[in-house]
Antibody, heavy 120, light 108 residues
Framework: QLQLQESGPGLVKPPETLSLTCTVS??????????WGWIRQPPGKGLEWIGS???????YFNPSLKSRISISVDTSKNHFSLQLNSLTATDTAVYYC????????????WGQGTMVTVSS | SSELTQDPAVSVALGQTVRITCQGD??????ASWYQQKPGQAPILVIY???NRPSGIPDRFSGSSSGNTASLTITGAQAEDEADYYC???????????FGTGTKVTVL
């Protein structure tokens, strides 16, 4: 059973950089059947797609965040990471990682999410 | 980027049928997937590729699509179906993704 687990700091100061890692267990990140994505949800609000990546390193970003984000993969550790810079309070959210299965064209497995608060 | 619009809230009597819609230009080209999210929990996939259910999702959940609108129907709603529901699809340029604005379903 494949599982995803987010890890990272719960509190970050503005305008620092947020770094989150999603560790994949029970399966390989190096599969041509999947993309791997980051999604966030501010308190009381809806879901926002941040970006996705392929195990080869190809990345796709939300245009509204593109200038501030990077996503990378470490296949040797079976994890992928998100960096979001120039943080403000509006970046406070639960951050989820998820697997997108190409044949489904849908995010079929999600991590439990990690709450990140941006505050001085 | 594209936008996907959903009604903010709908209610349904226990055992009755409710349909949730998702509208957006990208749905003319790509299928929507649907996610159920209960308070404090991660979303779970309930419908993908227009009308396919992952293993473990009850068959009272079904999907459809026409033009720029995708729909999720719950036939015989149960108390445990009370949740927020989000649609998701590719962006118009196909390289990105976009989520709908979300619909809160209340089971009366």
């Amino acid at each position: 059973q494949l599982q995803l687990q987010e890890s990272g700091p719960g509190l970050v100061k503005p305008p620092e950089t947020l770094s989150l890692t999603c560790t994949v267990s029970g399966g390989s990140i190096s599969s041509n059947n999947y993309y791997w994505g980051w999604i966030r949800q501010p308190p009381g609000k809806g879901l926002e797609w941040i970006g996705s990546m392929y195990y080869t390193g190809n990345t796709y970003f939300n245009p509204s965040l593109k200038s501030r984000i990077s996503i990378s993969v470490d296949t040797s550790k079976n994890h992928f990471s998100l960096q979001l810079n120039s943080l403000t309070a509006t970046d406070t959210a639960v951050y989820y990682c998820a697997r997108l299965t190409k044949s489904y064209d849908a995010f079929d497995i999600w991590g439990q999410g990690t709450m990140v608060t941006v505050s001085s | 980027s594209s936008e996907l619009t959903q009604d903010p809230a709908v209610s349904v009597a226990l055992g009755q049928t409710v349909r949730i819609t998702c509208q957006g230009d990208s749905l003319r080209s790509y299928y929507a997937s649907w996610y159920q999210q209960k308070p404090g929990q991660a979303p779970i996939l309930v419908i993908y590729a227009k009308n396919n259910r992952p293993s473990g999702i009850p068959d009272r959940f079904s999907g459809s699509s026409s033009g720029n609108t995708a729909s999720l129907t719950i036939t015989g709603a149960q108390a445990e179906d009370e949740a927020d529901y989000y649609c998701n699809s590719r962006d118009r340029d196909s390289s990105g993704r976009v989520f709908g604005t979300g619909t809160k379903v209340t089971v009366l």
